[in-house]
Structure formats: structure tokens, C-alpha cells
């Protein structure tokens, strides 16, 4: 089931079991304005390298930017459909999903990396293949899905530093146990 602009109800996880994510607690705590740093430097990035996309008409831009957005969290949503309930909410201009599936650390990262791989890696490659505007138009594709990935690119690196044998929910980790049979 997937909730649109509400929170998921709470999962009771056994705090002896599950422990953050995110171990380190100034790192938690200044995770949100670490994402925010950096997707001001991506922001501003184009410019360094003289990469304009004024011959582009703005209301296009626009509109690949919001189809764009749509694809990455429809990439989201289709690695995680099945496994549990779905929640697409916000909080100012930013959009997360939530779900309170218990997923393997393969599950996860595939999760968190594959719209970035989709939309900002397959095109950046396509974008030595292509010239003119078409290049242009890659190349925003590229630029506007990292710009809205940092976080998922932050995360995609705290999950490879995780154990193999790790499940993630909703922001804790636990050890999954080997069960050996006899």
C-alpha cells in the first residue's frame, strides 16, 4: 500500500536489536545541512564549467526537471513494492519515501543507487555520444537527478561500509543471524 503525503504508522523495533543508521551523532544530527551544503556546490557546478543551459526555453527545463523527479522516486518505489507498506511525504522541498519493510543491505543500496545510476551515470555516459542540444538536455538530466540525489549518494556509501549479513528499516541496522541447520 502506498500512502501519499502521510507519515507511515511507527514500527516497534527492539532497541537492544537495532541501532541508527546513522551511528555517529554529530554526523545525525548535521546530516540534513551536510545534504544542503552539498547540493549548493552541485548547484552551482554548471557554471564553473561554462555548461549553460539558456539555449534551452526555461518552461522545458521545467518540465524535465519534473519528469525527472517522478522518475526517480518511481525507481524508488519499484525496488521496494511488495516488500511493505509505502510512504511518499515531504517537508518543505524535499520529498523521501518511507517504508517499513525490513530490507537486506543488497535491497537497500539498490534502493538508494539505482536513480542515480539510471538517471545521472547512464546519461553522463551518453552524453559523449550526443551533441547540440540534444547533449544540453542530457547533461541537465545528469546534473538536476544528482542534484536531487546527494542524499541518496550519501547514503548509497554508508550502506557499502555495512556488513554483508545487515537489514535496514526505517533508519536502524541490526546483524542478521546466520541460521545454520543442523
Same mark, same amino acid.
Given at each position: 500500500?502506498?500512502?501519499?503525503?502521510?507519515?507511515?504508522?511507527?514500527?516497534?523495533?527492539?532497541?537492544?536489536?537495532?541501532?541508527?543508521?546513522?551511528?555517529?551523532?554529530?554526523?545525525?544530527?548535521?546530516?540534513?545541512?551536510?545534504?544542503?551544503? +552539498?547540493? !549548493? &556546490?552541485? /548547484?552551482?557546478?554548471?557554471?564553473?564549467? *561554462?555548461?549553460?543551459?539558456?539555449? $534551452?526555453? #526555461? @518552461?522545458?527545463?521545467?518540465?524535465?526537471?519534473?519528469?525527472?523527479?517522478?522518475?526517480?522516486?518511481?525507481?524508488?518505489?519499484?525496488?521496494?513494492?511488495?516488500?511493505?507498506?509505502?510512504?511518499?511525504?515531504?517537508?518543505?522541498?524535499?520529498?523521501?519515501?518511507?517504508?517499513?519493510?525490513?530490507?537486506?543491505?543488497?535491497?537497500?543500496?539498490?534502493?538508494?543507487?539505482?536513480?542515480?545510476?539510471? +538517471?545521472? !551515470? &547512464?546519461? /553522463?555516459?551518453?552524453?559523449?555520444?550526443? *551533441?547540440?542540444?540534444?547533449?544540453? $538536455?542530457? #547533461? @541537465?538530466?545528469?546534473?538536476?537527478?544528482?542534484?536531487?540525489?546527494?542524499?541518496?549518494?550519501?547514503?548509497?556509501?554508508?550502506?557499502?561500509?555495512?556488513?554483508?549479513?545487515?537489514?535496514?528499516?526505517?533508519?536502524?541496522?541490526?546483524?542478521?543471524?546466520?541460521?545454520?541447520?543442523?
Amino acid at each position: 500500500m502506498i500512502l501519499w503525503f502521510r507519515h507511515l504508522p511507527q514500527v516497534r523495533l527492539d532497541s537492544t536489536e537495532w541501532t541508527p543508521f546513522i551511528q555517529n551523532n554529530w554526523f545525525r544530527k548535521h546530516y540534513m545541512k551536510i545534504v544542503y551544503l +552539498l547540493q !549548493l &556546490v552541485l /548547484f552551482f557546478i554548471p557554471s564553473f564549467f *561554462s555548461t549553460r543551459f539558456s539555449h $534551452i526555453p #526555461i @518552461f522545458a527545463l521545467i518540465l524535465i526537471g519534473i519528469l525527472v523527479f517522478f522518475l526517480h522516486e518511481y525507481l524508488h518505489i519499484i525496488v521496494i513494492n511488495k516488500k511493505g507498506d509505502i510512504s511518499l511525504t515531504f517537508s518543505g522541498l524535499f520529498f523521501w519515501i518511507d517504508t517499513n519493510a525490513i530490507l537486506s543491505k543488497a535491497r537497500f543500496w539498490v534502493f538508494m543507487s539505482l536513480p542515480l545510476i539510471v +538517471l545521472s !551515470l &547512464v546519461p /553522463f555516459i551518453l552524453s559523449f555520444y550526443v *551533441s547540440g542540444n540534444l547533449k544540453l $538536455i542530457i #547533461i @541537465f538530466i545528469c546534473w538536476f537527478n544528482t542534484l536531487i540525489s546527494v542524499s541518496d549518494i550519501i547514503n548509497s556509501f554508508l550502506i557499502a561500509l555495512k556488513p554483508k549479513n545487515t537489514l535496514f528499516c526505517r533508519g536502524y541496522v541490526r546483524l542478521e543471524e546466520k541460521r545454520y541447520i543442523k
